[in-house]
């Protein structure tokens, strides 16, 4: 069986009491679900990875956590930006480029590049988003989200034959790229067709990763 990423992001919610109680509801889903093949990642903010981190050590659970974003910049004086380094300390991936922080935050493909420079060399795995087949896509970057923009928070994903098709052309034209998620109103009726596409390796969810039921879901159905 081909290996699954499945990546949760937060965005901008949830308190960390609120985290803590997400975390010991997936536990309990989890403990019935087979996770061989299956990576499942929780980017939520930067201020409930310690905890989180913690308590997953503790118990021991399957889970991974990851970053929404990256400091382009190394350690230093950049208000407000949290650096590879410390990302580090509390989590294993970085989302970086979505469409959100492109939008609301100006983000552009150079900006894009660096922070992913900054996480390959602090040890990051790096989760890059793009809108299509055409976006350039940094050297050694294994793990592509195609997210189109119509897609996220809609309710209507893309269909999986056309997603199928970008995620075959991003990995022809880059073949560092060994894993392709998709990502845009994923849910526990639809993500198989996602997974079952030869080309795509698992899903980026937004809205749906926010109900741990939801999500045990579209980890048990991929
Ligand atoms: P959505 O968001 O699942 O709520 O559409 C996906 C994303 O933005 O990563």
Redesign the pocket.
């Given at each position: 069986m081909k290996k699954l990423f499945i990546v949760a992001?937060w965005?901008s919610y949830k308190s960390t009491s609120d985290a803590h109680a997400w975390l010991l509801n997936l536990e309990r889903s989890l403990a019935f679900i087979d996770l061989n093949d299956i990576e499942v990642v929780v980017c939520p903010s930067y201020t409930s990875l310690p905890s989180m981190k913690a308590y997953i050590l503790q118990k021991n659970i399957n889970i991974k956590l990851g970053a929404q974003d990256i400091s382009p910049f190394d350690e230093g004086a950049y208000t407000g930006e949290v650096n590879g380094q410390q990302v580090k300390e509390v989590g294993e991936y970085s989302i970086i480029g979505?469409?959100?922080r492109r939008k609301e935050f100006g983000e552009n493909d150079a900006l894009i590049y660096r922070k992913v420079e900054q996480a390959q060399a602090t040890g990051i795995t790096p989760i890059v988003?793009v809108q299509g087949d055409d976006t350039p896509i940094p050297q050694g970057v294994s793990i592509v989200?195609y997210?189109p923009i119509f897609?996220?928070?809609?309710g209507t994903p893309d269909t999986p034959e056309h997603s199928e098709g970008i995620a075959s052309t991003i990995k022809t034209k880059n073949p560092f790229v060994k894993y392709v998620l998709y990502?845009?109103?994923?849910n526990p009726g639809d993500v198989k067709n996602f997974t079952a596409m030869p080309s795509i390796d698992g899903v980026?969810?937004?809205?749906?990763?926010l109900d741990p039921e939801k999500f045990s879901q579209i980890i048990e159905n991929a």
């Open positions: 992001n965005k979505h469409s959100e988003c989200a997210e897609a996220i928070g809609t990502g845009g109103s994923v980026l969810v937004g809205g749906a990763s």
